[in-house]
């Protein structure tokens, strides 16, 4: 039997990414994802790896932008204000078509907010952060060996659709710690990237990367190819968890840390007769439209549990096509709601009955 | 099945955190569901100190402790402002060397043991918390010498090897007393 070791969140992230084959990190340091850059100041020398605490976030992602267009796997990791500092970086490497894996380990915001966790950045992440029309695909692990799972899936993911993958966790995620089975992540190679600026030999053409198009004519066309592969995203890579759905008329969306908390106070409501289930977004970008849509045939309330003024449940809503009673649940700014908090929302759908 | 969920709480430097990570190992060993959650930031630097640790047969949900089936307070200051979030019929250790006034429920079971006195007597230095968690061991009916050791052996990394000894001579202090 494997031998089994708790792991922080933070760290799960990072020898995940090690597994993944990554040997670039390129960091700033920012409470609550510290312990990522940690990992790889300590791990990435020993394995010929590369760990830089870069002078800035920006700089941070401009060395990812750079090492990517080499062809190596690499990432950044940060929190809330770190990554829209570096989002001027993200638009770029959509713009450029480049693979990377960015971590955002949430905190309260706007601005430099607080230190504690928050869901506040699902906009910034699932509408792209940066300018231009680009999206980048978002997991939202729920549990350490999730960090570490989808950590793996994203590097994958990234250099199949050649985009950026992000892993929006927030500072519980990263600071708990829960048994972690690392012998069981399925590894694939990096693939081939003949677009890579490897050097040429002499033996072909220069590639060229580069996210600068004067010409409109040519902008629109590459804007237009790059949306025809973010479709097959939209048609490949959705994720998500039903809990207890088969029955439910109530239905909790929620993600991360959310989905933990919503996890009992379903349980204790269920023990009180309450048929309600739950649907967990684990790609929130492609968010899983249509589990809600169907969903929404049968149940009469959803409610949107969320460490936010309430940004998901738009999705929801998208999702569902408005057919439904909404309802959030929500603290913010480094609060986490209760179990009690939900259940209360949970019982008072109940009553409600149908629509 | 039975889920505990413990309240580790103290000042930063009593090794809330460590004795917390020794419980969740513990529990790993011995096969069942655990979680540790720490309060992070500037709490940790001097203030109070605390983690959530839950331990059951069931998948934890919620990481978070927040009405505790036992409390660890091994400071006034955490006894202040966790004693009321206990669940009824719940479980208070004490360490009163450092808390002088009584726990005000009596809904609750409560154990006091003088956990820092004992550490400055018996030699085993600032090693209060493993003094402690001998005592929860002990009221709780958990002790288990096997896992205890190889739990000791997953906190201590194997640099700090030398400290193995003295971690067990605190917690078998604490189951004594």
Redesign the interface.
């Known amino acids: 039997m494997a031998d089994k070791v708790l792991m922080k969140g933070n760290e799960a992230i990072a020898e995940a990414a090690i597994i993944a084959g990554c040997r670039h990190y390129f960091g700033y340091p920012i409470t609550p994802q510290t312990e990522v850059a940690a990992y790889m100041a300590k791990k990435m020398p020993k394995i010929g790896g590369t760990f830089l605490q870069a002078e800035s976030e920006i700089a941070a992602i401009n060395m990812v932008y750079g090492v990517s267009s080499a062809g190596k796997r690499v990432m950044t990791s940060s929190s809330s204000p770190g990554i829209s500092l570096k989002s001027e970086g993200l638009s770029y490497l959509a713009g450029a078509d480049l693979p990377a894996f960015v971590v955002n380990v949430q905190r309260g915001g706007p601005g430099l907010g607080g230190i504690q966790p928050s869901q506040s950045d699902y906009f910034q992440a699932t509408r792209g952060g940066g300018h231009g029309d680009y999206h980048m695909i978002v997991y939202a692990p729920a549990s350490v060996q999730e960090m570490a799972a989808l950590t793996v899936k994203a590097f994958d993911t990234a250099d199949k659709y050649r985009m950026t993958s992000m892993i929006l966790a927030d500072g519980t995620m990263g600071q708990m710690m829960e048994p972690v089975d690392l012998e069981s992540l399925k590894v694939n190679p990096a693939p081939e990237k003949p677009w890579a600026t490897t050097g040429t030999d002499k033996k072909r053409e220069h590639n060229i990367i580069n996210s600068l198009y004067l010409k409109p004519e040519q902008l629109e066309q590459v804007n237009f190819e790059r949306y025809e592969r973010y479709k097959e995203v939209e048609k490949n890579e959705v994720m998500f968890e039903e809990y207890l759905m088969d029955d439910a008329e109530i239905c909790v969306a929620a993600f991360g840390i959310a989905a933990r908390v919503s996890k009992n106070a379903i349980n204790a409501a269920r023990a009180k007769g309450i048929k309600v289930g739950m649907i967990r977004p684990i790609t929130l970008w492609p968010f899983p439209k249509d589990v809600f849509k169907k969903a929404a045939e049968k149940v009469h309330t959803f409610i949107s549990v969320e460490l936010s003024m309430g940004q998901m449940i738009e999705d929801v809503k998208l999702a569902t096509e408005c057919k439904a009673n909404y309802k959030l649940c929500n603290r913010v700014g480094g609060m986490i709601p209760l179990p009690e908090q939900v259940l209360a929302d949970i019982e008072e759908a109940a009553k409600g009955g149908n629509k | 099945m039975k889920t505990t969920q413990y309240l580790f709480a103290g000042f930063g430097g009593q090794g809330i955190l460590f004795a917390g ?1 020794f419980a ?2 513990k529990g ?2 011995e096969d069942k569901q ?5 309060s ?2 500037p709490e940790m630097r001097g203030g109070t100190a605390s983690c959530s640790v839950i331990i059951g047969d069931e998948p ?5 402790v ?1 009405s505790p089936d036992v409390l660890i307070a091994m400071n006034l200051p955490s006894l202040d402002r966790y004693e009321d979030s206990v669940v009824p019929g719940g479980v208070i250790f004490a360490d009163s060397s450092l808390i002088e006034r009584k726990v005000k429920r009596d809904d609750v079971k409560v154990f006091y043991i003088p956990a820092t006195k004992l550490a400055d007597e018996n030699g085993v230095g600032k090693l209060a918390n493993m003094i402690i968690v001998g005592k929860i061991l002990k009221e709780m009916n958990e002790y288990n010498e096997d896992s205890v050791m190889a739990a000791l052996k ?1 906190v201590i990394s194997a640099k700090h090897a030398d400290m193995l000894d003295i971690n067990l001579k605190a917690i078998k202090i604490g189951f004594e007393n």
Do not use: Q, T
Not at chain 2, 34 to 38: D, G, K, R
């Open positions: 990570k969740a190992y790993l060993i655990v979680s540790w959650l720490p992070y930031g934890v949900g919620s990481p978070i927040s997953k």
